[in-house]
């Protein structure tokens, strides 16, 4: 594996994670029948042009898709298994430790509803929208407000090509995505004090953001309930409560969406929420961050250490609180 460190803050390749094996052609085709998939998705997945050199591969497993080169994380990934049992899912629980009350959580069938300032109105089953896309692996930092920070290999679609499927109208200003309340599976629904359901929005200008991705996948796997399966947004540049779980509706708006954590405290939580170690959470610094499953603290970067990719996006704004 070959992986160019262009920051200071990046860890030595011998850090590197030896999870990190070669996609095999059999992982591949394994995938069709793990994910219960036709043929012609595996095949349109298999036709995507192979990892260019000095490029990670990527994590075998059904869901096993080519790396997005463009994007590099220069640390090692995080232990899977942290991954998959300390999350934040509030639906479940405010604890960390949620992940075996989130398996009841059922995933198929499921399906998304798009509307709002759309050409038309839409339901489209989760495995009918993956056989319309090709999967992408993106190896991406994740850093929480919390300060707490992780590093994954996700499988998913760019947020920009449910752009095309879902045709939003030119008054649209904003999509809004929104969590599935299932009052059976999670019982922080009760917790009545919360502003369910979970929904959170993003500029287009933001969507339409190369990094933003919708995830079904991670390390090579199907994503599991607890990291917000069977499809979550992943937006890297901001902090991790912008990336809503178990989407089950996304809306197209000419309004700003006042957000779930934005309502539960708008000082503490913003709308924007892109990550800045200049600018501190009202009840802690966020200069740094705790690599869970490393016994250790990195420097935090502004955006997470995508400007390179963001920062334009934010240059005619003013007035705004873009860092909270
Ligand atoms: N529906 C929903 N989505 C959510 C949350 C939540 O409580 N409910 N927590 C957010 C926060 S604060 C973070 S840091 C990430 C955590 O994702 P992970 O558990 O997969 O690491 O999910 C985000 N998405
Ligand atoms: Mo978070």
């Known amino acids: ?3 160019r460190w262009r920051h200071g803050w990046e860890i030595p390749e011998s850090e590197a994670t ?16 793990a994910l219960g998939l036709g043929g012609s998705a595996v095949a349109a997945r298999a036709a995507v042009s192979p990892t260019p050199a000095g490029v990670p591969t990527g994590f075998p497993g059904p869901m096993a898709a080519p790396v997005d080169p463009r994007f590099l994380p220069g640390r090692a990934f995080t232990p899977s298994k942290d991954v998959y049992t300390y999350n934040n899912y509030y639906e479940f629980g405010s604890q960390k430790n949620i992940w075996r009350e989130a398996q009841r959580l059922p995933l198929h069938p499921w399906s998304i509803t798009i ?9 489209i089953g989760l495995e009918d929208l ?32 449910l752009l095309e499927i879902a045709k939003p109208l030119s008054s649209a200003k904003y999509i809004v995505f929104r969590t599935d309340e299932n009052h059976r599976a999670m019982p922080g629904l009760r917790e009545v004090w919360y502003p369910w359901p979970y929904v959170e929005g993003l500029t287009m200008f933001e969507a339409s953001n ?22 979550r947004l992943v937006v890297p540049w901001k902090y991790g409560f912008k990336s809503a779980k178990a989407i089950v509706q996304v809306t197209f708006a000419a309004k700003r969406p006042l957000t779930f954590w934005e309502e539960v405290d708008g000082r503490e939580y913003g709308f924007w929420a892109n990550v800045n170690p200049a600018v501190p959470h009202p009840r802690w610094s966020q200069a740094r961050e705790r690599l869970i499953g490393f016994d250790k603290v990195v420097p935090t970067q502004i955006y997470n250490g995508y400007g390179e990719w963001v920062a334009g996006m934010y240059k005619g704004i003013k007035g705004q609180q873009l860092f909270r």
């Open 1 to 3: 594996m070959l992986i």
């Open 115 to 123: 509307d709002g300032l759309v050409e038309q109105k839409q339901t």
């Open 210 to 231: 190369d990094l933003a991705i919708l995830a079904v996948g991670l390390y090579g796997q199907p994503l599991k309930p607890q990291n917000g399966g069977p499809i």
């Open 18 to 33: 030896p999870e990190r094996v070669a996609l095999g052609r059999r992982s591949l085709l394994g995938s069709a029948a």
């Open 130 to 161: 993956l056989k319309q896309v090709s999967l992408q692996e993106r190896l991406y930092r994740h850093r929480c407000v919390e300060a707490w920070a992780l590093t994954i290999p996700w499988t998913g679609l760019p947020l920009k090509r």
